[in-house]
């Protein structure tokens, strides 16, 4: 089992940024993928970005590409998300996931089993 707790949601106007974080505890931190997705207002679940563990990679949605970016510490068992450059329409609640590494990573939120309890971003136009 792995506990994820993330912190760093707010409220920011248009064109600034924002950090999340998530921290993790109960297993050997690299062994797994640490993803984020998010929920905009009535809608669904969306991939955001993910880090594997053992790799170093890294995949982003079209959507945030150039904008976000995923860091992960693995000494403090640690990942974030810089998010540079906001819009309306990133606004939502910001899950941290995890999920074992597999060789590509996976962005399906199904197949992650470990969530945290999100943090909400609000972006003003």
């Known amino acids: 089992q792995m506990q994820l707790v993330e912190s760093g949601g707010g409220l920011v106007q248009a064109g600034g940024s924002l950090r999340v974080s998530c921290a993790a505890s109960g297993r050997p931190f690299t062994v797994y993928t640490l993803a984020w997705f998010r929920r905009p207002p009535g809608k669904e679940r969306e991939f955001v970005a993910a880090m594997a563990g053992h790799t170093g990679a890294t995949n982003y949605a079209d959507s945030v590409k150039g904008r976000f970016t995923i860091s992960r510490d693995n000494l403090d068992n640690l990942v974030q998300l810089q998010m540079n450059n906001l819009k309306p329409e990133d606004t939502a609640v910001y899950y941290c996931?995890?999920?074992?590494?597999?060789?590509?990573?996976?962005?399906?939120?199904?197949?992650?089993?470990?969530w945290g309890q999100g943090t909400q971003v609000t972006v003003s136009s």
């Open positions: 996931a995890s999920r074992m590494n597999t060789e590509t990573i996976v962005t399906a939120d199904r197949l992650y089993p470990f």
